[in-house]
């Protein structure tokens, strides 16, 4: 599976950035996750196959993620931005069941920056 995203920037907090990430194939669940500077990598979203979703506490309300299977591409929309979101944002795939099991993805893209100013 190869994973291409796009759509990073710089944003002054507040601001919205929309994420893309073209897939090689559509029948997998797929998620962001996002690195900080000094941080582990954490998950930020899921979505099945089917289009259930799940999101990281912090983001609800903020971040919405979408497929669009027909396209074989995914999408992070962020709004609301805060200073804490910087990272670079990640998309990973990995073979269906336990979409939401963070841990067990196994494919990724090479990250696209997000960097959020006070």
């Known amino acids: 599976v190869q994973l291409v995203e796009s759509g990073g920037g710089s944003v002054q907090a507040g601001g919205s950035l929309s994420l893309s990430c073209a897939a090689s194939?559509?029948?997998?669940?797929m998620a962001w996750f996002r690195q900080a500077p000094g941080k582990d990598r954490e998950g930020v979203a899921t979505?099945?196959?089917?289009?259930?979703?799940t999101l990281k506490d912090s983001v609800k309300g903020r971040f919405t993620i979408s497929r669009d299977n027909d396209k074989n591409t995914l999408y992070l929309q962020m709004n609301s931005l805060k200073p804490e979101d910087t990272a670079m944002y990640y998309c990973?795939?990995?073979?269906?069941?336990?979409?939401?099991?963070?841990?067990?993805?196994?494919?990724w893209g090479q990250g696209t920056q997000v960097t959020v100013s006070s």
């Open positions: 979505i099945t196959v089917a289009g259930i979703r």
């Open positions: 990973a795939a990995k073979a269906s069941p336990a979409c939401t099991l963070y841990a067990t993805y196994n494919y």
């Open positions: 194939t559509y029948d997998y669940c």
